[in-house]
């Protein structure tokens, strides 16, 4: 498998410190009369494919024409010669002119909604309209428009909430489209309405005990709800994406480059937590206590953990729990789940069946490409190994349990939220959904990433596939439907990484490079309405990781659609400066509408940052594009600066700003601290902050140069430190009161 190029995308785009150059910004410029004329620019426009973009300095860009005839050949439209473009454009006019209605509606819950028919008004029309749950909606109304000679269809106020089914005729011609009905604005829960409310970030696979197999797991995850709520009062907890990997070694550590995004990491799961497990005749469990014993002393170790070697333990213990059977209230919970799954269940755990029979899919392995889901050889193998295939299926159950238990945990010892999952930006490329249903991508020939700007000067490929537009309006984004539900059945918010792929994604061409790539539009509306009407579903939230260069308008719509935005005090300058030194914002200027934090786990802890953990380790794995002295100064003046800060806002006094190694946790402290001064509704502590750890999570641009993911969580003084003492540790006690406001 590929390393870490997708690391999150707070990597991506959010500034690092560096040494900055002001430039002056040139006024905005738009394309020439002569360009827009130009046929493969009216073809790219049509398809949604934008041809120019204004870059992170405020400099208009085109787009090559090699990069818009790719990118069109991706989404299956052919503009390689003249010829091919005029007919590609009278394809699409045709195909707008024949087409009823749009495939996709989305509407406003609770408010009336007018969708006008392609046809003239003296059609015969009838329509209908069936609803999520199968009943009939009849509140419809066709109207001739005497204003444009078509025909609206009018739906009442009373449309429930949810996903619908319009079905129109006109004459002969029939039209079949989902109705999104959202609601305009996903509302602030009460808990959250009447104070403000914080929160810990939590690399959950970083924090083990004694039950763990070397890394943390859905068992400790249960705990440490638990026990912020109880001894800290938190209200909710940031945990690491918890998207499926690989079924077996090599394991990706990066929570942010997944297999699949529907289902969920089983590697998390705890055996003992099993309810099988306790009833497992005596031989079978002293198998699975062997099993976790080979590992067990790995989490008192400080090295980086190894998470291959724990599966390879889990794993088959699992599998013995599995083969042990269940009760028939259990079977029949089991068969619940399945039905519920739906179809991607057995597609998931197909591909599980290949990968683990016919080996990874990379490298000389060619099967991912051979072979497709329906091909008779991949249905023989599922029916030799059946007991393989329902293994994977149960799998996905028992992590779907243990999870959901982590979130009632959380809610029931308090938390206003429980826990709020973090959605990736998409998945491996070679993965379960890309197999599965590779109609649903962009496969082959593009990935996504991000152009050139002023801290990459070459772009970067995440080397992801990215979802196909077309397809998501065709079928009524029900793919993207099921994710989002299936992460709200276990979560009480969810973070989306890289909001901004909800308007637009950066599609890069294979064989051009990341800086030769082409933004391709997405129905943002569709995608803002899905999220309202999940969150709105469990009283939840949703917070968009809005961290460097975004436009404007992108901050505003999600706004208006109750989506919180997020802000980092080490990105928080005045004006959104990008130059390391210029001063830091006062806290009231902070956003309502965000969840505010210290930093991210893209940069060292806190307590690193303001050692310049970041400087040494930048230049051991020699990733400096620019002297090492250059790279220190800069971060310097960033410190600097944020002393400053602490120091005019009264936080400390200017002999601690003066002399920060020696003042490390007040200082911790005191940019918690103002953090409770911000107008932000969502506040949130890293636990590495609280705990005093300064060793780097992620190093973004790195993938086997250092241990991504997988730094067990330890103390200032590199003493790990267990699932059970987290919050009885007096430093992280100490930080708790700070985030309560005393």
Not at 620 to 626: A, G, R, T, V
Not at 692 to 713: A, C, D, F, K, M
């Amino acid at each position: 498998m590929t390393g870490t190029c997708s690391n999150e995308a707070a990597s991506h785009n959010t500034p690092q410190p560096q040494e900055a150059h002001a430039q002056a910004q040139p006024q905005p410029q738009t394309e020439s009369p002569a360009r827009l004329a130009r046929p493969l620019i009216k073809l790219a426009k049509a398809a949604g494919v934008a041809t120019s973009f204004i870059d992170q300095l405020g400099t208009y860009t085109e787009i090559s024409d090699a990069a818009l005839v790719a990118v069109l050949k991706a989404l299956d439209i052919d503009a390689s010669t003249d010829e091919a473009i005029e007919q590609s454009i009278a394809n699409i006019e045709a195909e707008n002119s024949k087409r009823l209605l749009n495939p996709t509606i989305v509407t406003n819950y609770g408010k009336p909604a007018t969708i006008t028919l392609n046809c003239s008004a003296d059609t015969d029309v009838t329509a209908s309209v069936t609803l999520e749950d199968g009943g009939t909606y009849e509140s419809i109304a066709l109207i001739p428009d005497l204003n444009s000679g078509q025909m609206d269809l009018t739906l009442d106020t009373d449309l429930p909430m949810g996903y619908h089914t319009l079905t129109v005729t006109a004459d002969d011609r029939h039209g079949t489209a989902t109705i999104i009905n959202a609601p305009a604005r996903i509302a602030v829960p009460h808990a959250v309405a009447e104070h403000q409310r914080w929160g810990w970030m939590v690399q959950m696979y970083s924090v083990r005990s004694p039950e763990s197999w070397g890394i943390g797991d859905y068992g400790d995850l249960k705990r440490l709800a638990q026990d912020a709520a109880e001894k800290s009062g938190a209200d909710f907890m940031l945990i690491n994406p918890i998207h499926a990997g690989a079924p077996i070694p090599p394991l990706e550590p990066s929570p942010y480059l997944p297999e699949s995004r529907r289902f969920l990491n089983v590697t998390y799961i705890r055996p003992q937590d099993i309810p099988e497990y306790a009833t497992l005749p005596a031989e079978i469990r002293a198998q699975v206590d062997a099993l976790h014993e080979s590992v067990a002393f790995r989490n008192d170790e400080v090295t980086p953990m190894d998470i291959n070697t724990a599966w390879e333990a889990k794993r088959p213990a699992l599998r013995l729990i599995f083969d042990a059977g269940r009760s028939a209230e259990r079977e029949q919970q089991f068969a619940h789940f399945k039905a519920e799954a739906g179809p991607d269940l057995d597609s998931f755990a197909t591909w599980c069946l290949c990968f683990e029979i016919w080996g990874a899919p990379w490298g000389e392995n060619r099967w991912f490409f051979e072979k497709n889901i329906d091909d008779s050889a991949v249905q023989t193998l599922v029916a030799e190994h059946q007991d393989l295939f329902e293994f994977n299926r149960w799998l996905q159950w028992i992590a779907s349990e243990q999870v959901n238990e982590a979130q009632h945990s959380a809610l029931n010892h308090g938390m206003a939220l429980g826990l709020m999952q973090d959605m990736a930006v998409g998945v491996h490329g070679l993965g379960a959904d890309a197999w599965a249903n590779p109609e649903r991508f962009a496969t082959g020939s593009v990935t996504v990433g991000c152009p050139p700007d002023f801290y990459n000067q070459q772009g970067q490929d995440w080397g992801q596939p990215p979802f196909n537009p077309r397809h998501l309006e065709a079928t009524g984004y029900k793919v993207y439907r099921e994710m989002v539900h299936s992460m709200y059945e276990h979560a009480g918010a969810v973070r989306i990484d890289h909001v901004l792929g909800l308007f637009r994604l950066w599609w890069i061409p294979q064989g051009l490079g990341a800086k030769n790539g082409a933004y391709v539009m997405y129905n943002h509306e569709a995608m803002l309405g899905v999220l309202a009407i999940e969150a709105t579903r469990v009283g939840g939230m949703v917070i968009g990781e809005d961290l460097g260069t975004v436009p404007a308008y992108v901050r505003q719509v999600l706004a208006d659609h109750g989506v919180l935005g997020t802000d980092v005090e080490w990105f928080a300058r005045v004006d959104d400066s990008p130059n390391a030194g210029d001063p830091y914002k006062e806290p009231s200027e902070y956003r309502k509408q965000a969840l505010a934090s210290v930093t991210t786990h893209d940069l060292p802890p806190t307590a690193g940052y303001l050692n310049f953990e970041h400087v040494h380790l930048r230049e051991k794995l020699h990733l400096l594009s620019e002297p090492v002295e250059s790279f220190a100064a800069s971060a310097l003046a960033e410190r600097t600066a944020m002393m400053n800060r602490l120091v005019a806002s009264g936080y400390i006094p200017q002999s601690v700003a003066d002399d920060v190694p020696n003042h490390i946790q007040e200082i911790v402290e005191a940019m918690h601290a103002m953090l409770t001064d911000t107008p932000s509704l969502l506040l949130q502590a890293a636990l590495v902050d609280g705990v005093g750890e300064h060793r780097t999570q992620n190093q973004p641009g790195t993938s086997s140069e250092y241990s991504n993911w997988r730094v067990p969580l330890a103390d200032e003084h590199e003493h790990v430190v267990h699932t059970g003492e987290v919050f009885d540790l007096p430093r992280v006690q100490s930080l708790s009161a700070v985030m309560r406001g005393r």
